[in-house]
């Protein structure tokens, strides 16, 4: 994790996201960029940065858009440094958020429900 917080830029990758490897990058300060996907699935990134009221340059539109944000975030200190606060800055809405904790808690105890049903040799 501690290599994270000295890389430039993270490119999430398409057509399917990073999921837990983007939020690992995210918790280190590192700034991602991610072309989201028409799949709901793999568009992990581009909620988290919705949540963390983010979108656009990070979120890129199009293709051409991911690859011209990714050069400028690897070439432009200045650029990469104002996004690495910004995600900082916000992290704890997506890290400490009240509502975030009670989705994930409902969400681990219907699929605990769930795996009850299961039988023991699945």
Not at 64 to 82: I, K, Y
Not at 91 to 103: H, P, R, T
């Amino acid at each position: 994790l501690e290599l994270l917080g000295d890389v430039d830029v993270v490119l999430d990758p398409f057509p399917f996201g990073g999921g837990v490897t983007t939020l690992e990058a995210l918790s280190q300060g590192a700034v991602v960029v991610t072309l989201p996907s028409r799949q709901s699935v793999v568009r992990l990134a581009s909620g988290f940065f919705e949540h963390l009221g983010i979108q656009e340059p990070l979120v890129a539109p199009d293709t051409a858009s991911f690859v011209q944000e990714a050069v400028r975030l690897a070439n432009d200190p200045e650029h990469r440094s104002h996004w690495r606060r910004r995600i900082q800055d916000t992290l704890s809405m997506l890290y400490e958020a009240d509502d975030v904790v009670s989705e994930w808690a409902t969400f681990l105890g219907n699929l605990r429900g769930l795996l009850r049903h299961l039988p023991a040799t699945w």
